[in-house]
Each structure stands twice: as C-alpha cells, then as structure tokens.
C-alpha cells in the first residue's frame, strides 16, 4: 500500500526509501554539527535574498513573506560526511523551485549565503525538481537554533553539509566557486551514493 501522509500543508508526504548510502551508518538522534557558534537571529530583521552573479538583487522576501509562500511537507533521509544518517526526517518549507519562479537566470550554480559567513555551493539543477527547500520546521515544530532556526536549506540528495543552516540567501553563479567545507578539501558535489566524500573522491 502506498504510504500517503497528509500533513498540515495538506500535500502528500514521500517517504524514507529506508536505503543507506555506502559507509553509513543509521542514528536514531539528531546529531548538531556547527563549525563555530549557534547565531541568533531576530525575525524582524530576518530576510531573504536571491542575488545575480554581481550581488544585484533580484528577489526578498522578509519573514512575513515567505511565511505567506505555500510550502510543502517534506520526508527525507539526510546523510553526513561524518557517516550518520537519519532516515524519515520530516520537514516544512518553501521549495527553491518556488523561489525561483520569478528569475530568469541562465546561471548554472549556486552559492548559499547564510550567516557567520558560512557558504556552501551547488549547482542550480540539483536545487531545481523538488529536490531542495527552504526549511523552517522540523517534526512539526519550529526548527531549533541548533539545527538552523528560523530557517535553513534542505537538500537531502547531497551530504548534509550541503544543507546550510541559518541560509539567507542564494548568489546565482554562471561559474562555480567552491564553498566553505569545499575549500577545505570537501568534495565539491557530495553524492553520498557514490561517497563522494573528500576532493577526488
Ligand atoms: N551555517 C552552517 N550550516 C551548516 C553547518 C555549519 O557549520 N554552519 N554544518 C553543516 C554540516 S557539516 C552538517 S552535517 C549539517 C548538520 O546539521 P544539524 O546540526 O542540524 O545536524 O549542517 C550543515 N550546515
Ligand atoms: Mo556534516
């Protein structure tokens, strides 16, 4: 029998495909895993940007509009470079497809901009095909601090890294840039089926 949840939203939920990528193993806990401090954010100062390769600005929505955006429930396994993975999580948020909507873009990447200058880069076509959200809660709840809150990315196909807590924005790029862990030596894609773990990988 399919597994249909109608969430709070009122959209079907996908479920966990219960697969475990290569070298993973599975938790029942939430592991938190922030390079440096938990920011805090005040809603009213909170917004959110789409930006062009210059830093033009071609989209922002402040809180209050993006909560005024339809988002959708989403069930997803995430997987992190430091092997765990949790299977099923649940999730609401605004899907980068809608953000997206709007701009006509011929960029073929992606920077995510959040706070404490942390960065992470991706390219448009894997945050395009409802494959990434915006994500403002987790397990019906308001997402936590610790985890991101108010908001972060969700793309749940590639290493958790790639999900950017505290997100604020996105620069398109028409060339790749590496981000914060792709800098340092991480993989600059981060499929975890092909364990694409470190550079060369
Ligand atoms: N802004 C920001 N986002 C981040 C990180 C971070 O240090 N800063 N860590 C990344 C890594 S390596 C992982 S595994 C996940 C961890 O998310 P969690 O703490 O909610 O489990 O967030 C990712 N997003
Ligand atoms: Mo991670």
């Not at 917004?47 to 988002?71: H, K, N």
């Not at 959200?133 to 709840?141: L, N, P, T, Y």
């Not at 997402?143 to 749940?156: D, M, N, T």
Request: overall charge negative; proline content about 7%.
């Amino acid at each position: 029998m399919p597994f249909v949840n109608k969430g709070f939203h009122g959209r079907p939920r996908q479920p966990s495909t219960g697969l475990v990528p290569p070298g993973q193993y599975v938790v029942d806990d939430f592991p938190v895993l922030t390079a440096g401090r938990t920011p805090k954010l005040s809603l009213d100062l909170w917004d959110f940007t789409i930006t062009d390769e210059s830093g033009a600005r071609l989209a922002r929505w402040t809180w209050d509009q993006f909560q005024a955006l339809p988002s959708e429930d989403i069930t997803a396994d995430i997987h992190c470079v430091t092997k765990w993975t949790k299977l099923g999580t649940r999730w609401s948020g605004v899907s980068v497809d809608k953000l997206l909507s709007g701009i006509d873009t011929e960029a073929n990447f992606v920077m995510a901009l959040a706070e404490l200058d942390y960065t992470t880069n991706l390219p448009i076509a894997d945050v395009r095909g409802n494959q990434a959200w915006v994500a403002f809660e987790f397990d019906g709840k308001e997402l936590a601090p610790e985890h991101g809150g108010p908001a972060r990315l969700l793309v749940p196909h590639l290493y958790f890294w790639k999900s950017a807590k505290w997100v604020r924005g996105l620069r398109l790029l028409n060339n790749d840039q590496p981000g914060f862990w792709e800098s340092l030596g991480y993989n600059n894609y981060g499929d975890p089926w092909r364990e694409q773990r470190y550079q060369g990988d």
